[in-house]
């Protein structure tokens, strides 16, 4: 399946990247398993992905980590939100 | 336009008066947000606001229903701001209209305080060369949990 993930604010700061286009496989199916696989690129992403604060949202729905994905999801990782 | 969220300058003053025009109702409170020239450790030059748009439309028109629902708003508007911005340049413009002002004010004020913890926006304030991302302060959390205890006997 493929999917759209994308970072914010510091997150996308520590691990250099706004956007990644995945080709998963179909038995990676909840986000923290996407956040496991992730980790495994270095240790900056391993460490952005286990931050406590860190937020994730599901087709633009903050979500917690057991929520499940899907071909074409759009994920998101960002810290807590400061808008206003 | 209901929600609105760009990266180019807004007129609060210009949204109020059309707003106003639009919705000849009872009640009409509006509030607008511009960036501060100060934080906690001293001086602001500039403000970054960075934001997922998608999902920050998304958010702020399910926050103006919410409202609508929960105040009986007969109407609203949030237009937000992102980008670079200098001090005092305008950042959030919230309007609701009511047949009583206890609501208008209150539509409005719940829309603030929500938008602040639950829209994805992030602050970077610039003060010389240094530039630091903003974190969450305990008072908009507590003003955003208000709404969530008040929320049970509305």
Not at chain 1, 56 to 71: K, Y
Not at chain 2, 69 to 97: K, N
């Amino acid at each position: 399946m493929t999917i759209t993930v994308k970072f914010f604010s510091l997150i996308r700061e520590a691990v250099e990247t706004e956007q990644l286009v995945l080709e998963l496989n179909e038995k990676l199916t909840t986000v923290e398993a996407l956040k496991n696989e992730l980790g495994l690129r270095g240790e900056a992403w391993k460490e952005a992905l286990s931050h406590p604060n860190l937020i994730q949202a599901v087709n633009q729905r903050v979500v917690f980590q057991e929520e499940g994905i899907s071909d074409g999801d759009e994920v998101a990782f960002f810290p807590p939100m400061t808008g206003g | 336009m209901l929600v609105h969220v760009t990266d180019e300058a807004i007129d609060p003053g210009e949204l109020a008066t059309r707003f106003y025009r639009s919705h000849p109702d009872a009640a009409v409170a509006t509030f607008a947000g511009f960036v501060r020239d100060f934080n906690d450790d001293g001086q602001v030059d500039s403000l970054y606001l960075e934001c997922y748009v998608e999902m920050a439309t998304r958010v702020l028109n399910d926050l103006g229903k919410t409202a609508q629902e929960r105040f009986g708003l007969r109407a609203w508007q949030i237009v937000h701001r992102f980008g670079q911005m200098e001090t005092e340049d305008p950042i959030v413009f919230v309007a609701a209209s009511a047949d009583h002002r206890g609501e208008a004010f209150a539509g409005c004020e719940f829309v603030m305080d929500t938008l602040k913890t639950d829209a994805p926006f992030w602050k970077r304030e610039h003060s010389g060369d240094e530039g630091q991302w903003v974190t969450v302060k305990a008072v908009d959390k507590d003003r955003r949990e208000r709404w969530s205890t008040e929320g049970l006997d509305q």
